[in-house]
């Protein structure tokens, strides 16, 4: 029977932080399922997360584009298999426009403290705000605090210098002199579309990459008009089988370091290495030393052509320092160069932080998370009750669609929330032993994980364990399939 205690939970106030991919997505789940009770807290002026914050020349999704969509949203507009950064954004801001997300939205709103006490969530922005929640959504992202070198000199640079996810438009390229530091998916993108438009563009690579080759085909008009037409043909094209395969692949590759899967990859970019780049000195300063996919790997159709490119240098000497007019490498020689773009990447062991997040019996997150980030199958955390989180610590990385990850955490998510809604249980948070238990294996694997190979990459925690899932991707659909309830502290 209907109890007035019961009909009340319907109001239940929910709190989502950021309004990026997984923010959105929350927004428009939430809707769907009823909550009437949510407001979604953006730091920034508009939606769009990674995509809002990256706009470097060049920036492109190298997810297939229809597998970066949401399931329920297919665009059939999509220019290319590969699209460019705007056009991603740009669909972020047409779906939360469609969904009315935007009207759920409080832009320019950050959230600096939340703490649970007396069983809700009270939450204090910057700008003096004070909201309490019965539930917190955290799609705060994982890349978004950009990691800045420590070179000496860095601020004696007179040039023009910024992070590549802080790109100032006003800053001319044509006939510069650009150096590039970093070469991950962000640097390699850079000089893909600087080489021939700088005067001279520089590529300070400190550990060679594997480059995966890929043709970033475009869609033509008549391709599209027949995906607008007929949406089993759209559907059939976003849960492409060949993708969805590889993901399957290239999961059980990287879980397993000694799978012949891997050795597959490995013969692909070897051979990318060697057909591509002509001369044998530049071969040898871009062959890495370490096992492909160790570290993120590149998807590129274009890098090996650009830093052959007659304007384009790769530089592998060093970084001795840098200077008021360009870099100092080791070997004596000075760059100059008029504009520096630090391609360095992110801290990636941040999440929400530096957010107070203080769960039950004043549990600090900074604390829990002291050694290492971690979560149970990446979406709660003890003590952090009603607390849940998209794209958190320990879960999937990999060159797949995170758009998809996200969908089948929130499916695990809205049972827990619904128990919440139904009144069920109050406070729902996951058990130290189950955490403990998770954590173990999850510990146990991430060592047979080519990312635990010998490289150094983000997906590296602070004492070098792949800070991943390290499971195959059929693993992840199915632990995301249903909470096992027995996991969980379940407070009536
Ligand atoms: O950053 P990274 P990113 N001196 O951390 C170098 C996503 N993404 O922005 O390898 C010299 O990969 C560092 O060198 P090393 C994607 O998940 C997606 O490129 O440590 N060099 C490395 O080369 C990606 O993986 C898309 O020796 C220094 C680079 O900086 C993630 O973002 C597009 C240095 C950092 O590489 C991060 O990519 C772009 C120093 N002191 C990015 N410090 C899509 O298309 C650092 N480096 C979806």
Redesign the pocket.
């Known amino acids: 029977m209907m109890t007035g205690k019961t009909a009340k939970r319907d109001d239940l106030r929910v709190v989502v932080m950021g309004a990026g991919m997984a923010g959105i997505l929350s927004g428009i789940k939430l809707r769907e399922a009823g909550f009437s009770n949510t407001v979604i807290y953006e730091k920034a002026a508009r939606v769009g997360g990674?995509w809002r914050e990256?706009t470097y020349p060049g920036?492109?999704?190298?997810?297939p584009s229809h597998a970066?969509t949401y399931s329920f949203e297919p665009n059939p507009d999509w220019s290319y298999m590969?699209p460019p950064?705007a056009e991603v954004q740009d669909y972020f801001e047409r779906t939360a426009k469609k969904y009315k997300i935007d009207e759920m939205i409080r832009f320019n709103e950050e959230i600096i403290r939340c703490e649970f006490k007396n069983g809700r969530w009270h939450l204090d922005m910057k700008s003096g705000l004070h909201d309490e929640a019965d539930i917190v959504i955290a799609a705060t992202g994982?890349?978004h605090h950009p990691?800045?070198?420590?070179?000496p000199g860095l601020d004696k640079f007179q040039g023009t210098m910024f992070h590549?996810?802080r790109w100032d438009h006003s800053v001319p390229l044509d006939g510069r002199r650009i150096g590039v530091?970093?070469?991950?998916?962000?640097?390699?993108?850079l000089i893909c579309a600087l080489a021939g438009r700088a005067a001279k563009v520089q590529h300070?690579?400190?550990?060679a990459?594997w480059i995966m080759p890929v043709e970033n085909t475009p869609f033509t008009e008549e391709q599209k008009a027949a995906f607008r037409a007929d949406r089993a043909l759209l559907h059939s094209v976003q849960n492409d089988a060949t993708y969805l395969a590889n993901v399957e692949r290239f999961t059980n590759a990287v879980a397993d370091a000694t799978s012949p899967e891997i050795a597959q990859i490995e013969a692909i970019v070897l051979d990318n290495l060697e057909q591509s780049v002509a001369d044998p000195v530049l071969r040898e300063k871009l062959r890495p030393n370490y096992r492909a996919a160790c570290?993120?790997l590149?998807?590129s159709p274009s890098y090996y052509s650009a830093i052959q490119h007659p304007d384009a240098e790769l530089v592998t000497d060093g970084?001795e320092c840098i200077e008021a007019t360009g870099i100092r490498t080791r070997d004596g020689r000075l760059h100059a160069l008029d504009l520096l773009v630090?391609?360095?990447?992110?801290k990636?062991d941040q999440f929400m932080r530096p957010m107070n997040v203080v769960g039950r019996n004043g549990v600090k997150l900074n604390d829990v998370w002291a050694k290492r980030p971690n979560a149970y199958l990446a979406v709660a955390i003890p003590e952090f009750p009603n607390f849940f989180m998209l794209n958190g610590p320990t879960g999937p990385?990999g060159?797949f669609s995170l758009i998809d990850v996200a969908e089948q955490q929130w499916g695990y998510i809205a049972q827990l929330i619904e128990r919440l809604r139904s009144g069920a249980s109050q406070e729902i948070a996951v058990t130290q032993s189950a955490m403990d238990t998770y954590e173990q294996a999850r510990l146990a694997a991430a060592k047979n994980t080519i990312f635990a190979s010998g490289?150094?990459?983000?997906?590296l925690d602070a004492e070098g364990v792949p800070a991943s899932w390290p499971w195959s991707y059929g693993r992840f659909k199915e632990a995301m399939a249903a909470p096992q309830l027995d996991a969980f502290g379940l407070k009536a």
Not at 59 to 63: A, P, S, Y
Not at 342 to 346: E, I
């Open positions: 990674t990256n920036l492109t999704c190298d997810v970066y590969l950064g994982v890349l990691s800045l070198p420590t070179i590549s996810s530091i970093g070469n991950g998916s962000t640097g390699v993108q300070f690579q400190r550990t990459q570290k993120r590149i998807f970084i630090l391609a360095t990447g992110f990636a990385v060159n490289c150094n990459s983000w997906y």
